[in-house]
C-alpha cells in the first residue's frame, strides 16, 4: 500500500475504502490530496478492487478547495484558477467518471465546494442526517467548478440546483433526499455501515457490466437516443463476453446464487 499524506487507504477483500485524511481542515482538498487521489485511482485495477468507498475523516466530508492550493503568481487571479482546475480537479473529476468499478460515497458533515461535487459523483450515495451540500461560490464572487454545474442539475433537477448555487444555500442531508439526490439519509453512526453493505453488494455482483452501466449513463447525458442505443449494444457485447455472464446465465438455469468474478 503506497504511503499517502492527505489520504488514507484501506483495502478489505475487494473493497476499497479512500478516506480524505485532513481532519483538522475539514478535509480541504489541495493539489497534494488531489495527486494522491489520482494516484490511488491508478492503483485500483492491481488491487483487483471491485468496489470503492470514499468517505471524509472526522466532522466533515469536504470543506472543498484549499485556498492555498490556487496561487496567482502575480497575475489574474481568474486566470490562475483556470490553471488550477485544468490541471488539478478537472482530471481528478475525470479520472473518477471513468472508473471500472462502482463508487460509494458515503457523506459525514460538510460536502461544500468540489467536496460537494465529489460527493455526488458516486453511484450511490449515502449521507448522514447531519450532512448538509454546499455550493456557495456565489458568495465570494465565482462559479461553481470542478463539474458542479454538471452533476448539481443532474442530482437534483434544475430548479433546487439554481437555487442551491444562486442563493449559496445549503441543501440538508434530509432534502437531498427527498430531492433524490442521494440513496440513503442515516444515522450519523450508521454512515459507514450503510456504505460498506453497498459496496458489499456491488463488489459481489457482475462488476463488468457495472462499469459499462456507470459510463453508459454518464455518456448517455450528452448523447442522441441513436448515440445511446449504439453504446449500449457496444456494452452488451462487452458484458455479454464476460465470464460473470456465463456465470448469471448458468445460475439461472440451475437455480442456484452467481458467483461473479468481476471477470
Given at each position: 500500500?503506497?504511503?499517502?499524506?492527505?489520504i488514507?487507504?484501506?483495502?478489505?477483500?475487494?473493497?476499497?475504502?479512500?478516506?480524505?485524511?485532513k481532519p483538522d481542515?475539514?478535509n480541504?482538498?489541495g493539489p497534494e490530496?488531489?495527486?494522491?487521489?489520482?494516484?490511488?485511482?491508478?492503483?485500483?485495477?492491481?488491487?483487483r478492487?471491485?468496489a470503492?468507498?470514499?468517505?471524509?475523516?472526522?466532522?466533515?466530508?469536504?470543506?472543498?478547495?484549499?485556498?492555498?492550493?490556487?496561487?496567482?503568481?502575480g497575475?489574474?487571479?481568474?486566470?490562475?484558477?483556470?490553471?488550477?482546475?485544468?490541471?488539478?480537479?478537472?482530471?481528478?473529476?475525470l479520472s473518477?467518471?471513468?472508473?471500472?468499478?462502482?463508487?460509494?460515497?458515503?457523506?459525514?458533515?460538510a460536502?461544500?465546494g468540489?467536496?460537494?461535487?465529489?460527493?455526488?459523483?458516486?453511484?450511490l450515495?449515502?449521507?448522514?442526517?447531519?450532512?448538509y451540500?454546499l455550493?456557495?461560490?456565489?458568495?465570494?464572487g465565482?462559479?461553481?467548478?470542478?463539474?458542479?454545474t454538471?452533476?448539481?442539475?443532474?442530482?437534483?433537477g434544475?430548479p433546487?440546483?439554481?437555487e442551491?448555487?444562486?442563493?449559496?444555500e445549503?441543501?440538508?442531508a434530509?432534502r437531498?433526499?427527498e430531492?433524490?439526490m442521494?440513496?440513503?439519509c442515516?444515522?450519523?453512526a450508521a454512515?459507514?455501515?450503510?456504505?460498506?453493505a453497498?459496496?458489499?453488494?456491488l463488489?459481489?455482483?457482475?462488476?463488468v457490466?457495472?462499469g459499462?452501466?456507470?459510463?453508459?449513463?454518464?455518456?448517455a447525458?450528452?448523447q442522441?437516443?441513436?448515440d445511446?442505443?449504439?453504446?449500449?449494444?457496444?456494452a452488451q457485447?462487452?458484458?455479454?463476453?464476460?465470464?460473470?455472464?456465463?456465470?448469471?446465465?448458468?445460475?439461472?438455469?440451475?437455480k442456484?446464487?452467481?458467483q461473479?468474478k468481476?471477470?
Open positions: 500500500m503506497a504511503d499517502y499524506q492527505t488514507r487507504v484501506e483495502q478489505t477483500d475487494g473493497i476499497v475504502t479512500l478516506t480524505l485524511n481542515k475539514l480541504a482538498m490530496m488531489v495527486g494522491e487521489m489520482l494516484k490511488a485511482f491508478d492503483a485500483l485495477p492491481a488491487m478492487a471491485r470503492l468507498i470514499i468517505t471524509g475523516e472526522g466532522r466533515g466530508f469536504s470543506s472543498g478547495a484549499e485556498l492555498g492550493g490556487r496561487t496567482f503568481d497575475g489574474n487571479p481568474g486566470d490562475a484558477s483556470r490553471r488550477s482546475l485544468q490541471t488539478s480537479f478537472n482530471p481528478l473529476m473518477l467518471a471513468g472508473l471500472d468499478i462502482p463508487v460509494v460515497t458515503a457523506i459525514n458533515g460536502a461544500a468540489i467536496g460537494c461535487t465529489l460527493a455526488l459523483s458516486g453511484d450515495i449515502v449521507a448522514g442526517k447531519s450532512a451540500f455550493q456557495a461560490f456565489i458568495n465570494i465565482l462559479v461553481p467548478d470542478g463539474g458542479a454538471w452533476v448539481l442539475p443532474k442530482a437534483a434544475i433546487a440546483a439554481m442551491a448555487m444562486l442563493l449559496g445549503r441543501i440538508p434530509e437531498a433526499y430531492l433524490g442521494i440513496n440513503r442515516v444515522e450519523n454512515v459507514m455501515d450503510e456504505a460498506r453497498l459496496a458489499t453488494r463488489a459481489n455482483g457482475p462488476t457490466a457495472m459499462q452501466i456507470r459510463r453508459l449513463v454518464r455518456n447525458q450528452s442522441s437516443l441513436s445511446a442505443m449504439n453504446a449500449e449494444a457496444e457485447r462487452i458484458a455479454g463476453n464476460s465470464e460473470d455472464f456465463k456465470e448469471g446465465v448458468q445460475a439461472f438455469l440451475g442456484r446464487e452467481a461473479f468481476g471477470r
